[in-house]
């Protein structure tokens, strides 16, 4: 850092800032070998290294250096340091993760060098250092048959970012820049790291963040919305936030101002030159995006504008002008809602304010506890996992508004079997798009199941019963895990039963969290004891009574700040008299929700209301728990007792049934129809006896793949690219794909005769010069459950191990993936390798600047065999099926290259039409001569 220049803070909130363009699409320019990247050091490292651009800080330093003056020359203000990848999860696939903390810290000191050589009194010059999302998501399996495995954990990611951001901080930034955020559980590890490092070496800088959408509906590739991100980085001293990569400045617009009417930080934009074309390249010219870019700063949406990539200097000479004079964006007010988000987000106001009846209250669904439900506790020991997931699917879809989950049983590794199940849960949209409460009195299953959640979750709990400084402990690793805690009502003297100690307990609590620990009072939830009443001890009588006077006096003294409760121990005394239960649970709340309880820990799926209980019964419940007669409890008992003596029929309180599922209604819909919605919603609830039902309607059980369930494939991937599904549900419809043709396989055994189509041995692999394997691992999930043999060679393969692995495994098909432009050549290298060999082995080309096109252009004319542009996974297994028929393969083969010759002739047709730009400009109209 230059300490004698001012502060980035003071800097942004003078002016709109410009930050440099990319960094990549710069160092091509440069046509740097193999050996500009290994230099004199990294001779003997195995595999590729070209395309490890954070290595160049080591190898050729004159390059970084040349091109952060180049951008500083052109007016930016932040200059990004080369580390996007300088840690050692993403180095360990080019054997270098020894060497990422070298490549931080001295990319770092390139960066703070340049910027230091431009900075004047007028116009200083910041460094931000880059901090990449990595190759690895937290937050999604990368084993299609275990939704419970990751590669890594979250303490594993945090110790990679650590390393990299306490490097960055040596060697001097300004900033730290959290980009490219594609899953937010990645990011809070990375914060995580950033504010350890920053304790560690006694300094405070800003922390940036920048995500990319990842579809149409405004998601991150995880499947988080914004707003659920917002929330999930709502505890941190977040500096900016912004939007980067994905798309164009024109197609981030929307996002950018729904940031920037929601975010309470200041916000960045740096995005693509436009969306890639079918050749895998930018479109938008300088002036172009620049026209583009003047429209955020006109409506003062941002306070930050960049490139990502395919923009170089040429495009950052331009923006400068685009902010001179201009208003700044000024952030909006801090939220004084408690914030929390599964893939979605949940926002409870903190106010008293409104009519009882219109005050929002959060019901935490209960029955995921292992203590409370005998069923989840035996579906858990017998590893009964996706009937246990069915029953916090069911709290969902009753309206449980956050799932509580709880593994405390002596029998239970309680911190494996919790993040087993969440881990489990991520996997499941319908589910994991509410937030959890981690339920735990065993600290380390509560930090373990913080690594697995990628949205702001609830602790259950914290407590003053091991004195202060446990408590403040507890809480401050809560606070670095960014969730809200509930405090129960315990101190070191035990249990608060009476209102005097309950308010006691509670305010001291608060000043500790507040003043001590700097936690927010709004993601601070007391808990303070809902008890048994009616239990035969006159004492316990009025505990529901001054659980109502606390909450009041909580929610008048204790500002912004929530009560919760788990309302079944109200009616302990009263077990196997589920009725009666109920009403009294029904009672009570319509009672606390009035004096400000916000938060339940309830049974979504009761659905009985106050109104309902029949007056004189519902009389009888009220006296007891408002403590308005002297026999009140007794009169309750009585009740009871009636109650269970009576017949069903006579019972005195009318409950309205719980909503359930109605088959009925299912089954007069056509086979064909119920399994295809089973695969858009991915439910396996009916599926096997669909499956049987047409197994008597089609001829072979193959059709029923080959037919009903392959369009409600084809569907997922229409709705997939219209942004309509995310892709944690994508996998969880490949996942139901896989137990349909699990199911159906001895069927299709049996029914086997010569020359049936039937799976093959598949080869995947991402091209060399590029470590991007999402969409790779997506196909393979896909061809996997369709019966395929996957082999998967990884990222980084070069074209002479992908034709050696070919002919040793004698596949059927090949896979290649790639992400980034330099891909493209790679697959063409492939291809001429696989021919000079004799082989002609049908190749499926997919990634994101990939294109028909491109393949038409490029690839099919260098090969013997078919090569097959694919749009998106689900439809590999149908390309793959036709492949793989003798008879059919010629004739897709056909028309592959009668199509692919259509477009060449399209294409070379457009090419010759087109002028110079300088003979474009030399027509131009003259409209004033």
């Known amino acids: 850092m230059n300490a004698t220049q001012p502060t980035l803070q003071s800097q942004v909130e003078r002016r709109v800032l410009v930050l440099d363009g990319a960094m990549g699409?710069?160092?091509?320019?440069?046509?740097?070998?193999?050996?500009?990247?290994?230099?004199?050091?990294?001779?003997?490292?195995?595999?590729?290294?070209?395309?490890?651009?954070?290595?160049?800080?080591?190898?050729?330093?004159?390059?970084?250096?040349?091109?952060?003056?180049?951008?500083?020359?052109?007016?930016?203000?932040?200059?990004?340091?080369?580390?996007?990848?300088?840690?050692?999860?993403?180095?360990?696939?080019?054997?270098?993760?020894?060497?990422?903390?070298?490549?931080?810290?001295?990319?770092?000191?390139?960066?703070?060098?340049?910027?230091?050589?431009?900075?004047?009194?007028?116009?200083?010059?910041?460094?931000?250092?880059?901090?990449?999302?990595?190759?690895?998501?937290?937050?999604?399996?990368?084993?299609?048959?275990?939704?419970?495995?990751?590669?890594?954990?979250?303490?594993?990611?945090?110790?990679?970012?650590?390393?990299?951001?306490?490097?960055?901080?040596?060697?001097?930034?300004?900033?730290?820049?959290?980009?490219?955020?594609?899953?937010?559980?990645?990011?809070?590890?990375?914060?995580?790291?950033?504010?350890?490092?920053?304790?560690?070496?006694?300094?405070?800088?800003?922390?940036?963040?920048?995500?990319?959408?990842?579809?149409l509906?405004?998601?991150?590739?995880?499947?988080?919305?914004?707003?659920?991100?917002?929330?999930?980085?709502?505890?941190?001293?977040?500096?900016?936030?912004?939007?980067?990569?994905?798309?164009?400045?024109?197609?981030?617009?929307?996002?950018?101002?729904?940031?920037?009417?929601?975010?309470?930080?200041?916000?960045?934009?740096?995005?693509?030159?436009?969306?890639?074309?079918?050749m895998g390249l930018y479109d938008e010219t300088p002036e172009s995006m620049a026209e583009k870019m003047a429209q955020m700063v006109e409506e003062g949406l941002v306070n930050i504008i960049g490139g990502c990539c395919g923009t170089t200097d040429v495009f950052i000479r331009l923006f400068g002008p685009l902010v001179d004079g201009r208003h700044r964006h000024v952030p909006v007010p801090r939220h004084s809602e408690l914030w929390l988000s599964g893939l979605e987000a949940v926002r409870l106001p903190s106010a008293h304010d409104g009519q009882p009846a219109d005050r929002p209250f959060l019901v935490v669904g209960e029955r995921c506890n292992v203590a409370g439900s005998r069923k989840f506790l035996r579906l858990i020991k017998e590893k009964q996992y996706d009937e246990a997931l069915?029953?916090?699917?069911?709290?969902?879809?009753?309206?449980?508004?956050?799932?509580d989950i709880n593994m405390d049983d002596a029998l239970l590794d309680a911190e494996q079997e919790m993040a087993r199940f969440l881990n489990m849960m991520a996997a499941e949209p319908d589910i994991c798009r509410v937030p959890v409460m981690i339920d735990s009195s065993r600290w380390p299953v509560i930090m373990r199941a913080l690594g697995c959640v990628q949205g702001k979750s609830i602790v259950n709990s914290i407590s003053l019963k091991e004195g202060e400084e446990v408590f403040v402990s507890h809480a401050r690793d809560v606070r670095r895990m960014g969730a809200a805690v509930v405090v129960m009502c315990f101190d070191e003297q035990g249990q608060a039963t009476t209102y005097a100690r309950?308010?006691?307990?509670?305010?001291?609590?608060?000043?500790?969290?507040?003043?001590?620990?700097?936690?927010?009072?709004?993601?601070?939830?007391?808990?303070?004891?809902?008890?048994?009443?009616?239990?035969?001890?006159?004492?316990?009588?009025?505990?529901?009574?001054?659980?109502?006077?606390?909450?009041?006096?909580?929610?008048?003294?204790?500002?912004?700040?929530?009560?919760?409760?788990?309302v079944s121990n109200l009616s302990f005394s009263f077990r196997g008299n589920n009725a009666l239960r109920e009403a009294m649970h029904t009672v009570f709340l319509h009672h606390a929700r009035q004096h400000g309880m916000d938060i339940g820990i309830v049974n979504p799926g009761t659905n009985l209301n106050y109104d309902d209980i029949p007056e004189a019964q519902r009389s009888v419940i009220e006296d007891a728990l408002l403590c308005r007669t002297s026999d009140a409890a007794e009169r309750l008992t009585d009740m009871a007792r009636n109650m269970m003596e009576a017949e069903p029929a006579a019972t005195a309180v009318e409950r309205k049934p719980a909503a359930a599922p109605q088959p009925g209604q299912r089954w007069r819909q056509p086979v064909e129809q119920r399994l295809q919605e089973a695969l858009l919603n991915g439910s396996s609830e009916y599926l096997t006896d669909d499956l049987h039902e047409a197994l008597g309607r089609f001829p072979r059980a193959v059709d029923i793949i080959e037919?009903?369930?392959?369009?409600?494939?084809?569907?997922?991937?229409?709705?997939?690219?219209?942004?309509?599904?995310?892709?944690?549900?994508?996998?969880?419809?490949?996942?139901?794909?896989?137990?349909?043709?699990?199911?159906l396989q001895p069927y299709i055994e049996?029914?086997?005769?010569?020359?049936?189509?039937?799976?093959?041995?598949?080869?995947?692999?991402?091209?060399?010069?590029?470590?991007?394997?999402?969409?790779?691992?997506?196909?393979?999930?896909?061809?996997?459950?369709?019966?395929?043999?996957?082999?998967?060679?990884?990222?980084?393969?070069?074209?002479?191990?992908?034709?050696?692995?070919?002919?040793?495994?004698?596949?059927?098909?090949?896979?290649?993936?790639?992400?980034?432009?330099?891909?493209?050549?790679?697959?063409?290298?492939?291809?001429?390798?696989?021919?000079?060999?004799?082989?002609?082995?049908?190749?499926?080309?997919?990634?994101?600047?990939?294109?028909?096109?491109?393949?038409?252009?490029?690839?099919?004319?260098?090969?013997?065999?078919?090569?097959?542009?694919?749009?998106?996974?689900?439809?590999?297994?149908?390309?793959?099926?036709?492949?793989?028929?003798?008879?059919?393969?010629h004739r897709f083969a056909e028309e592959l290259n009668t199509e692919y010759e259509q477009l060449?002739?399209?294409?070379?047709?457009?090419?010759?039409?087109?002028?110079?730009?300088?003979?474009?400009?030399?027509?131009?109209?003259?409209?004033?001569?």
Not at 793 to 820: F, N, T, Y
Request: net charge negative.
């Open 217 to 278: 509906a405004g998601r991150t590739l995880s499947g988080q919305t914004l707003d659920a991100f917002l929330a999930t980085i709502s505890t941190y001293p977040i500096f900016s936030i912004g939007l980067n990569c994905s798309f164009g400045a024109e197609q981030m617009l929307p996002y950018l101002r729904h940031l920037a009417a929601t975010a309470p930080y200041y916000i960045s934009c740096y995005p693509n030159a436009g969306l890639p074309n079918q």
């Open 502 to 566: 309950r308010t006691a307990i509670a305010q001291r609590a608060y000043r500790l969290l507040t003043e001590q620990v700097g936690m927010s009072p709004q993601d601070i939830i007391f808990d303070p004891n809902i008890l048994a009443i009616a239990t035969g001890m006159a004492e316990h009588d009025s505990q529901a009574l001054s659980f109502i006077q606390a909450t009041e006096w909580i929610r008048t003294h204790l500002p912004l700040c929530h009560v919760s409760g788990g």
């Open 750 to 889: 049996k029914e086997k005769f010569e020359g049936q189509p039937s799976a093959g041995r598949v080869l995947l692999a991402t091209v060399k010069g590029d470590v991007h394997d999402i969409g790779k691992n997506i196909v393979a999930v896909v061809m996997a459950c369709n019966g395929y043999d996957i082999i998967d060679m990884g990222v980084m393969v070069p074209p002479e191990q992908i034709v050696r692995k070919a002919q040793q495994e004698h596949v059927d098909i090949i896979g290649l993936s790639g992400l980034i432009t330099p891909s493209l050549e790679e697959m063409v290298r492939v291809a001429q390798l696989l021919r000079e060999a004799g082989l002609s082995i049908p190749i499926m080309i997919g990634g994101a600047t990939t294109s028909r096109l491109h393949v038409a252009l490029r690839i099919a004319p260098v090969y013997d065999g078919p090569v097959v542009w694919m749009k998106d996974a689900s439809q590999n297994p149908l390309v793959a099926t036709q492949l793989m028929n003798d008879v059919s393969k």
């Open 904 to 929: 060449r002739h399209e294409y070379n047709e457009q090419q010759q039409q087109l002028l110079t730009l300088d003979e474009a400009r030399r027509n131009k109209p003259h409209l004033f001569d």
């Open 390 to 403: 069915q029953i916090a699917r069911r709290q969902v879809a009753q309206g449980a508004a956050v799932i």
């Open 25 to 215: 699409t710069m160092i091509q320019q440069y046509g740097l070998t193999e050996d500009d990247f290994r230099g004199g050091r990294f001779g003997d490292v195995p595999g590729e290294l070209r395309g490890n651009n954070d290595m160049l800080c080591l190898t050729r330093p004159d390059v970084v250096c040349d091109i952060h003056r180049k951008y500083l020359s052109a007016g930016a203000d932040i200059i990004e340091t080369n580390t996007f990848s300088a840690q050692r999860v993403s180095q360990a696939d080019y054997h270098l993760e020894a060497f990422a903390r070298d490549m931080a810290l001295h990319g770092a000191r390139l960066a703070r060098r340049c910027a230091d050589e431009f900075s004047s009194r007028d116009k200083p010059r910041y460094v931000a250092g880059s901090i990449g999302p990595t190759n690895k998501t937290l937050s999604i399996s990368p084993d299609v048959c275990n939704a419970a495995a990751r590669d890594l954990s979250f303490d594993q990611m945090t110790a990679a970012y650590y390393e990299q951001a306490d490097a960055l901080i040596e060697g001097g930034v300004d900033a730290l820049l959290i980009e490219t955020v594609f899953d937010s559980l990645n990011s809070k590890a990375a914060i995580v790291a950033a504010l350890k490092a920053m304790e560690h070496r006694g300094v405070q800088l800003p922390i940036m963040l920048s995500v990319t959408v990842s579809d």
């Open 707 to 743: 037919g009903p369930l392959m369009e409600g494939m084809n569907r997922v991937g229409q709705l997939f690219g219209q942004g309509k599904m995310f892709l944690p549900q994508v996998v969880k419809t490949a996942r139901t794909m896989k137990q349909a043709v699990e199911t």
